[in-house]
T-cell receptor
């Protein structure tokens, strides 16, 4: 069975500071990995995804994530936080076969302090 | 623009009522999903469907049923709503495994309160 662990349910950063949101996964088969963002009272939208091509994946709004197989990690980073980045972020994993059932982490709420 | 539309953004129901949550997608996706979102628990899969009239239980199917009579529409049914079903419900869709990567497209969510 696959699973996702997000370290830190709440993260606060100052505007302009580095954003680092941590995600570790477990999967019995080569995974697809995703980061989604959710703004208040909205559904989730895709930030970026890893599908076994480049290990460093660039997404929307200046975010990127690096797939590290040896560490089973897929941490999300952004060099400089903006106020508009305040939202909840979810890491997710799907297996590469079957119905591609997607398993989500419990989410990390990012607060950006002016 | 791709779209997943959930019929109601906010609902208030009474204990014991039957509740229907409707979801329609216009992307010709094979797979459709219902998730429940609660603070601190993330998203938990209730049911999913990979074809018309097909359904599979997710991680928390108890107290719910689903219907998929047409490819674009996936309904979640609470036969007898209870207060512990107060939650945000999210519908999503994706391409079938042979084409897609599992990337999900989400609706805006339906916030259900059961009194």
């Amino acid at each position: 069975a696959q699973s996702v662990t997000q370290l830190g349910s709440h993260v606060s950063v100052s505007e302009g500071a580095l954003v680092l949101l941590r995600c570790n996964y477990s999967s019995s088969v080569p995974p697809y990995l995703f980061w989604y963002v959710q703004y208040p009272n909205q559904g989730l939208q895709l930030l970026l995804k890893y599908t076994s091509a480049a290990t460093l994946v660039k997404g929307i709004n200046g975010f990127e994530a690096e797939f590290k197989k040896s560490e089973t990690s897929f941490h999300l980073t952004k060099p400089s936080a903006h106020m508009s980045d305040a939202a909840e972020y979810f890491c997710a994993v799907s297996d590469s076969g079957g119905y591609q059932k997607v398993t989500f982490g419990t989410g990390t709420k990012l607060q950006v302090i002016p | 623009d791709v779209k997943v539309t959930q019929s109601s953004r906010y609902l208030v129901k009474r204990t014991g009522e039957k509740v229907f949550l409707e979801c329609v997608q216009d992307m010709d996706h094979e797979n459709m999903f219902w998730y429940r979102q609660d603070p601190g628990l993330g998203l938990r899969l209730i049911y999913f469907s990979y074809d018309v009239k097909m359904k599979e239980k997710g991680d928390i199917p108890e107290g719910y049923s689903v219907s998929r009579e047409k490819k674009e529409r996936f309904s979640l049914i609470l036969e007898s709503a209870s207060t512990n079903q107060t939650s945000m419900y999210l519908c999503a869709s994706s391409f079938w495994a042979g084409v897609g990567t599992g990337e999900l497209f989400f609706g805006e969510g339906s916030r259900l309160t059961v009194l």
